[in-house]
């Protein structure tokens, strides 16, 4: 190596993240260059120095460590235990050689079959949720931005010569898109053009706008398979690309590469980074783009007409578009976000046909979402203005009510062993009850604001997002009462008097009903459980509470099947 | 069932859980990862904002995570990086559920207190005003940068710097690079 090492190369060489070729012609190189070996030995000084800064200065206003630390050993012991116990209730028999080996054989056969043998699972379901997270992950604040960049391999069909090339895309949160593509990059200015051409919305490459755009014409169901933690979705679409072929990973629903099979040639583009970035981090000819001058008013408004500009998510408002349908996609534009679980945002009708989106009370961050996210909407009024607040009233606990707060019962406390451990539990009970009534609070209001008649009036495309969004929440809110039960189960056990939880089948019922039953149902659960772990006004006795919370989780059970069948 | 006799929990942990089947310890490994990282872990979240109380309590709760992760037989290269990772996405969960954002913001005159072993007085203002220097471009730096110095400071490799921010191996370097010579250029000022 004859060139003096960068300054990266001199950090890396420090940081020893050099290869083992790359450090042995490092080191030849810093034998035999004064200039680069006083230019390491600086930087090493350097960085003691960054260190002494930030233990000395940065790290000296931070609270120490508590001392002593609390042990873990007791709630790793918890928690293997609270895991395993209906492993042991369900295995009362003696074990001998044979039935543990004929047990290996089937475990490792199933663990093999279940990662070899591709599984059939919802093509549906697989988009709905990779749309949900995909307008989750985008969703950035002003000032940010977000990259993907992906690497596009092409094969000729005719030729069968490939050739590689790479997009590096971004997207400010004012929805502008930028992708840099190499002037001599064939591959990727062919992809590129492809977009342009079918009026793909040029937004991310890999993205639910993207492939929502490219199969918008479907002429059969999507089907999915799942292999190990990856998720196959194919689509075939009417015109082309005639084939879609997503990989989607299942622990975050992100789609990590995406084929197009056009008639001349195939696609695969797979991503190859995806990060949020602040403006400082992001490359001035991007900014160049991403931020131009304003425009004037007659550039604005060809701009606001141009396709490419828009993705797929913001309505095209036209201006005989149903009232209904502009607030459902304003409720399923929230939705997307997870804004409607509860937070202070209430939307309503406005003036002449308009929707009134208020959210005083939201947090700072929610509002500049928001504000995002609602701005290009004509039909939609923001209000994040607080109006001038009237005092409030001082809610005293008289002191009778508060003679009568009565802790948890001792039995309990002596089950848990330790009141960490009651707290731990406590906190984790009343975080899945929590979740879950938020989801069927949000179901509770879409259920009185879309009642029967109502839906007859929407469009089917709204009827759609209404469904999505109902199973949406009926399936979080299963996930939550799933927990629930799991959690509950070892002291239900202990207590309940019991022995079966209501598996009577569910009445079939419109989603409506079904939506206010089982609120009510959570509401008296959570109610009981409250009661039963927390300090309370309302005690009640262990057995009898942990009888009635397995009897409301078995009709939680029912009317939340009930809803998952339901279709507006 | 007699003591010591395999059942079928224990036969089905096996299949499941390897690492723990080999050595039966999957206790003490969290137990010992536990007590080397915890300060550690403690002192990245705190320095996020996170109060002492909150802190020690997302702390154990990220090895309380480390320890279902590996009982449910995920795969995990670096346990340090994995801890961190998740201790990094706490903080920032944390702080959207309290509707804000977070790092400790610290009175810098404070700086003039640091000890140091320089032999005249002159000598120790000047280092003081330096790390007073350093610490102000810190505090200054866009949050992926200083993570990324806090985090190669707490010994990470730059693969796992890159896993926790999400970015590619060479973004984690370029980002490491930029913030360690926008600091030296704040030391030299």
Same mark, same amino acid.
């Given at each position: 190596?004859?060139?003096?090492?960068?300054?990266?190369?001199?950090?890396?060489?420090?940081?020893?993240?050099?290869?083992?070729?790359?450090?042995?012609?490092?080191?030849?190189?810093?034998?035999?260059?004064?200039?680069?070996?006083?230019?390491?030995?600086?930087?090493?000084?350097?960085?003691?120095?960054?260190?002494?800064?930030? &233990?000395?200065?940065?790290?000296?206003?931070?609270?120490?460590?508590?001392?002593?630390?609390?042990?873990?050993?007791?709630?790793?012991?918890?928690?293997?235990?609270?895991?395993?116990?209906?492993?042991?209730?369900?295995?009362?028999?003696?074990?001998?050689?044979?039935?543990?080996?004929?047990?290996?054989?089937?475990?490792?056969?199933?663990?093999?079959?279940?990662?070899?043998?591709?599984?059939?699972?919802?093509?549906?379901?697989?988009?709905?949720?990779?749309?949900?997270?995909?307008?989750?992950?985008?969703?950035?604040?002003?000032?940010?931005?977000?990259?993907?960049?992906?690497?596009?391999?092409?094969?000729?069909?005719?030729?069968?010569?490939?050739?590689?090339?790479?997009?590096?895309?971004?997207?400010?949160?004012?929805?502008?898109?930028?992708?840099?593509?190499?002037?001599?990059?064939?591959?990727?200015?062919?992809?590129?053009?492809?977009?342009?051409?079918?009026? @793909?919305?040029?937004?991310?490459?890999?993205?639910?706008?993207?492939?929502?755009?490219?199969?918008?014409?479907?002429?059969?169901?999507?089907?999915?398979?799942?292999?190990? &933690?990856?998720?196959?979705?194919?689509?075939?679409?009417?015109?082309?690309?005639?084939?879609?072929?997503?990989?989607?990973?299942?622990?975050?629903?992100?789609?990590?590469?995406?084929?197009?099979?056009?008639?001349?040639?195939?696609?695969?583009?797979?991503?190859?980074?995806?990060?949020?970035?602040?403006?400082?981090?992001?490359?001035?000819?991007?900014?160049?783009?991403?931020?131009?001058?304003?425009?004037?008013?007659?550039?604005?408004?060809?701009?606001?007409?141009?396709?490419?500009?828009?993705?797929?998510?913001?309505?095209?408002?036209?201006?005989?578009?149903?009232?209904?349908?502009?607030?459902?996609? @304003?409720?399923?534009?929230?939705?997307?976000?997870?804004?409607?679980?509860?937070?202070?945002?209430?939307?309503?009708?406005?003036?002449?046909?308009?929707?009134?989106?208020?959210?005083?009370?939201?947090?700072?961050?929610?509002?500049?979402?928001?504000?995002?996210?609602?701005?290009?909407?004509?039909?939609?009024?923001?209000?994040?203005?607080?109006?001038?607040?009237?005092?409030?009233?001082?809610?005293?606990?008289?002191?009778?009510?508060?003679?009568?707060?009565?802790?948890?019962?001792?039995?309990?406390?002596?089950?848990?062993?330790?009141?960490?451990?009651?707290? &731990?539990?406590?906190?984790?009970?009343?975080?899945?009850?929590?979740?879950?009534?938020?989801?069927?609070?949000?179901?509770?209001?879409?259920?009185?604001?879309?009642?029967?008649?109502?839906?007859?009036?929407?469009?089917?495309?709204?009827? &759609?997002?209404?469904?999505?969004?109902?199973?949406?929440?009926?399936?979080?809110?299963?996930?939550?009462?799933?927990?629930?039960?799991?959690?509950?189960?070892?002291?239900?056990?202990?207590?309940?008097?019991?022995?079966?939880?209501?598996?009577?089948?569910?009445?079939?019922?419109?989603?409506?009903?079904?939506?206010?039953?089982?609120?009510?149902?959570?509401?008296?659960?959570?109610?009981?459980?409250?009661?039963?772990?927390?300090?309370?006004?309302?005690?009640?006795?262990?057995?009898?509470?942990?009888?009635?919370?397995?009897?409301?989780?078995?009709?939680?059970?029912?009317?939340?099947?009930?809803?998952?069948?339901?279709?507006? | 069932?007699?003591?010591?006799?395999?059942?079928?929990?224990?036969?089905?942990?096996?299949?499941?859980?390897?690492?723990?089947?080999?050595?039966?310890?999957?206790?003490?490994?969290?137990?010992?990862?536990?007590?080397?990282?915890?300060?550690?872990?403690?002192?990245?979240?705190?320095?996020?904002?996170?109060?002492?109380?909150?802190?020690?309590?997302?702390?154990?709760?990220?090895?309380?995570?480390?320890?279902?992760?590996?009982?449910?037989?995920?795969?995990?290269?670096?346990?340090?990086?994995?801890?961190?990772?998740?201790?990094?996405?706490?903080?920032?969960?944390?702080?959207?559920?309290?509707?804000?954002?977070?790092?400790?913001?610290?009175?810098?005159?404070?700086?003039?207190?640091?000890?140091?072993?320089?032999?005249?007085?002159?000598?120790?203002?000047?280092?003081?005003?330096?790390?007073?220097?350093?610490?102000?471009?810190?505090?200054?730096?866009?949050?992926?940068?200083?993570?990324?110095?806090?985090?190669?400071?707490?010994?990470?490799?730059?693969?796992?710097?890159?896993?926790?921010?999400?970015?590619?191996?060479?973004?984690?370097?370029?980002?490491?690079?930029?913030?360690?010579?926008?600091?030296?250029?704040?030391?030299?000022?």
């Amino acid at each position: 190596m004859t060139e003096h090492l960068t300054r990266q190369q001199l950090l890396s060489y420090l940081d020893g993240e050099l290869s083992k070729a790359a450090t042995r012609a490092a080191d030849e190189h810093l034998h035999s260059c004064w200039t680069c070996r006083t230019a390491l030995e600086r930087l090493q000084e350097d960085i003691g120095a960054i260190l002494d800064a930030q &233990n000395a200065v940065l790290l000296r206003g931070v609270p120490p460590p508590p001392k002593p630390w609390p042990r873990i050993e007791p709630l790793l012991v918890a928690a293997a235990e609270s895991g395993h116990v209906s492993w042991r209730a369900r295995l009362s028999f003696r074990w001998s050689p044979v039935y543990a080996t004929a047990a290996v054989v089937a475990i490792v056969g199933f663990i093999v079959f279940r990662w070899l043998t591709p599984t059939a699972v919802s093509a549906n379901e697989v988009l709905r949720q990779v749309a949900q997270a995909d307008a989750k992950r985008v969703a950035t604040a002003s000032g940010r931005f977000v990259r993907q960049r992906v690497r596009v391999t092409k094969t000729e069909r005719r030729t069968a010569r490939t050739t590689f090339g790479e997009i590096d895309s971004w997207r400010a949160a004012n929805n502008a898109v930028y992708w840099r593509v190499g002037a001599s990059d064939v591959a990727a200015s062919d992809l590129r053009e492809r977009y342009q051409r079918e009026n @793909v919305p040029t937004g991310l490459p890999l993205s639910a706008a993207a492939y929502q755009s490219w199969s918008r014409q479907l002429t059969a169901e999507p089907q999915a398979a799942r292999h190990g &933690n990856v998720m196959d979705v194919s689509l075939t679409a009417a015109h082309e690309p005639h084939q879609i072929d997503l990989k989607v990973r299942s622990d975050d629903w992100h789609v990590i590469s995406m084929d197009l099979s056009f008639a001349d040639a195939g696609f695969q583009i797979g991503e190859e980074e995806f990060a949020v970035v602040s403006r400082d981090l992001t490359p001035p000819d991007v900014l160049a783009h991403l931020e131009p001058p304003p425009p004037t008013t007659e550039e604005r408004s060809v701009a606001s007409a141009s396709p490419a500009r828009r993705l797929p998510s913001e309505p095209s408002v036209e201006p005989a578009q149903n009232v209904d349908d502009i607030e459902m996609e @304003v409720l399923l534009a929230l939705h997307q976000i997870g804004a409607d679980l509860g937070e202070p945002i209430e939307v309503a009708r406005g003036d002449s046909g308009s929707i009134r989106v208020n959210a005083w009370g939201a947090s700072q961050e929610r509002k500049n979402q928001l504000r995002e996210l609602l701005k290009d909407r004509p039909n939609v009024q923001l209000e994040l203005e607080t109006p001038a607040s009237e005092p409030g009233t001082v809610v005293e606990l008289s002191s009778a009510r508060a003679a009568k707060l009565t802790g948890p019962d001792e039995r309990l406390a002596r089950w848990f062993g330790g009141s960490q451990l009651r707290e &731990n539990f406590t906190r984790s009970v009343l975080d899945s009850g929590t979740s879950m009534l938020s989801h069927l609070y949000a179901l509770k209001e879409l259920a009185q604001r879309w009642t029967p008649e109502s839906v007859s009036g929407l469009s089917s495309n709204a009827k &759609n997002n209404l469904a999505s969004m109902i199973q949406d929440h009926a399936r979080a809110a299963t996930a939550d009462e799933s927990e629930l039960k799991l959690t509950l189960g070892p002291l239900i056990a202990e207590f309940s008097s019991k022995t079966d939880a209501d598996t009577s089948p569910a009445h079939q019922t419109d989603w409506q009903t079904s939506a206010l039953a089982s609120l009510q149902t959570a509401k008296d659960t959570d109610g009981l459980m409250r009661s039963l772990l927390t300090t309370t006004n309302h005690p009640v006795v262990v057995e009898d509470a942990l009888s009635q919370i397995q009897h409301k989780l078995g009709e939680l059970d029912n009317s939340l099947a009930s809803l998952r069948s339901s279709k507006p | 069932m007699a003591a010591g006799e395999p059942n079928a929990l224990s036969i089905t942990r096996a299949i499941r859980e390897p690492a723990l089947s080999q050595a039966d310890n999957l206790n003490e490994r969290v137990t010992t990862l536990y007590e080397t990282h915890r300060d550690g872990i403690y002192r990245f979240l705190a320095s996020h904002g996170l109060s002492p109380a909150v802190a020690q309590e997302v702390t154990q709760d990220v090895f309380m995570k480390l320890f279902v992760a590996l009982r449910q037989g995920t795969a995990i290269v670096s346990e340090q990086g994995w801890l961190y990772g998740v201790a990094a996405k706490s903080a920032v969960d944390y702080w959207r559920r309290e509707g804000r954002s977070a790092w400790v913001e610290l009175d810098l005159s404070e700086a003039a207190a640091v000890s140091s072993a320089n032999p005249t007085p002159e000598a120790e203002a000047a280092r003081a005003q330096r790390l007073h220097r350093i610490a102000d471009a810190m505090l200054k730096l866009p949050h992926e940068l200083r993570l990324c110095v806090r985090l190669r400071s707490e010994g990470l490799r730059y693969r796992e710097i890159a896993e926790i921010l999400g970015v590619g191996v060479t973004t984690a370097s370029d980002w490491l690079s930029t913030a360690v010579e926008r600091l030296r250029g704040a030391a030299h000022d």
